[in-house]
């Protein structure tokens, strides 16, 4: 199972680039978190590499959010492993030291969402069929505390007050305009405009970045590591409860049904 991310690094750039390869629709199971954080790791620790551009490598999808079948059915103990890995995923890519770009080639509901919201930056393509946010409320589930936290701190309270109660999913161009993406371009141009970003990011002194980027966001991050057990603890209680198991499976016979 260890082929879900593609992973390449260019070492005379310095940035590596990441393509997400789980058909159909890079839901982000057990195994895929697991393959990410590894490969996170790796590319942190590896000081040929300064920057990581996140893309999807399956058409019309950046990713489908957390695999909802980690979350139906499953035992208390699979519940927690899967929500430990939940939690290492965004506590490696949001404190990552890397310039981290989201070049979004898809929709991105949900945990997708939370990927690119991770990032520094986020450069969506412009297609009137892609969406993107957290959705959570929509499928009766909610979204914790640090997903809240890192959607706050990018589009701001009122914005993400509004948006995270109708677990809206934003149509590009509106996502551009409430600065949820920061640049919406046409697909041929993505790399390009990806690769200029990491360009403007890299020409500042690392360590200065790296210190800024780290006064900006270790409030969050220190936040969810002093209640990690407590939060794990909470999310095993709610997904395992009757009516949430209920509003899970519904969801997905919606998305079975929506097909025909
Ligand atoms: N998990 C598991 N399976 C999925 C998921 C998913 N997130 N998304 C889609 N699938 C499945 C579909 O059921 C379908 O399966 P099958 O072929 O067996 O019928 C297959 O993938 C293909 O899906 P679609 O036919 O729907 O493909 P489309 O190209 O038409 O649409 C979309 C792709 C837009 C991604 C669409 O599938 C979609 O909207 N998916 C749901 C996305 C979503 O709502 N994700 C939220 C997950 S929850 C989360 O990430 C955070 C939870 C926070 C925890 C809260 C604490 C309790």
Not at 149 to 164: I, K, M, P, Q, W
Not at 231 to 254: A, G, H, P, T
Request: charged letters at 25%; one cysteine or more; hydrophobic letters at 45%.
């Amino acid at each position: 199972s260890n082929n879900k991310i593609l992973v390449e690094l260019d070492t005379s750039s310095g940035v590596a680039t990441m393509k997400f390869k789980s058909p159909p629709v890079n839901s982000l199971s057990l195994d895929f978190l697991t393959e990410f954080c590894i490969s996170l790791e790796k590319l942190e620790n590896d000081r040929a590499c300064r920057a990581l551009i996140i893309t999807s490598a399956i058409p019309r999808i950046f990713s489908s959010g957390l695999d909802i079948m980690e979350m139906f059915g499953k035992s208390t103990e699979h519940y927690a492993e899967f929500w430990r890995a939940v939690q290492e995923m965004w506590l490696r890519l949001y404190g990552s030291s890397m310039v981290t770009v989201a070049a979004i080639n898809g929709s991105s509901p949900a945990g997708g969402c939370l990927i690119a919201l991770s990032c520094d930056y986020r450069i969506m393509v412009e297609n009137p069929k892609y969406v993107i946010g957290l959705n959570e409320a929509q499928l009766g589930i909610v979204a914790p505390f640090w997903f809240k936290d890192t959607f706050v701190n990018t589009v701001g309270h009122r914005v993400a007050e509004r948006s995270l109660q109708l677990g809206l999913l934003h149509p590009v161009t509106e996502a551009h305009q409430i600065g949820l993406v920061d640049e919406v371009v046409p697909e041929e141009k993505l790399q390009e405009k990806a690769a200029a970003v990491v360009a403007q990011w890299l020409a500042l002194p690392d360590h200065a970045r790296q210190l800024t980027k780290s006064m900006m966001r270790k409030a969050v991050l220190d936040h969810m590591l002093a209640h990690r057990e407590e939060d794990i603890q909470n999310f095993v209680k709610f997904i395992s409860k009757d009516s949430i198991q209920k509003s899970l499976s519904m969801y997905m016979e919606m998305l079975k049904k929506k097909k025909s």
